[in-house]
């Protein structure tokens, strides 16, 4: 039941979600995905190179990571980088759970907020600060990759 209704309170950016990863994942000839905390978090071979990542309720989708036999490598600039960025996604996916259906008008009302340098707007800080606290002690192995 609590599922459910988890399901119900983030429907909206759900959906979202669901509709991106699947576009990405048509247009993109290779991707994996990991499921950290609830989240599928899709590693994308190619992203449009303005986005580093996106996130709508339980579904994220990350830029420019390729999966090797040795691990994951990253055309991004490392390792830390793809595990900071998959944290504030998932720092987003928490807030997501938080504020339900106010959640896509709060990331609608930062995104607009232009004259704020974007590290400081609040849902950024925020998602940072999350996601630091849910990936701390993760590192490559701890991810299960799935093709």
Partial sequence: MKKVL???WQLPQSIIGFICVAFWCIVTSEYYYVTLNGTA???FD?????????SFGTIAGVE??????????TNIVSW???TNIMGHELGYATQS???G???LIAILLQHVTIWIPYEKRFMEAWANKIGIK??????????????
């Fill in 46 to 54: 190619k992203f449009p190179s303005w986005i580093w990542g996106i």
């Fill in 97 to 99: 759970k938080i504020l």
């Fill in 134 to 147: 849910v990936t701390c002690g993760y590192n490559g192995k701890a991810f299960k990759i799935v093709n």
């Fill in 80 to 82: 830390e980088t793809v």
């Fill in 64 to 73: 420019k990571v390729k999966y090797t036999s040795s691990g994951i490598k």
């Fill in 101 to 103: 259906p106010v959640y």
């Fill in 41 to 43: 978090i899709f590693l």
């Fill in 6 to 8: 988890l399901l119900l």
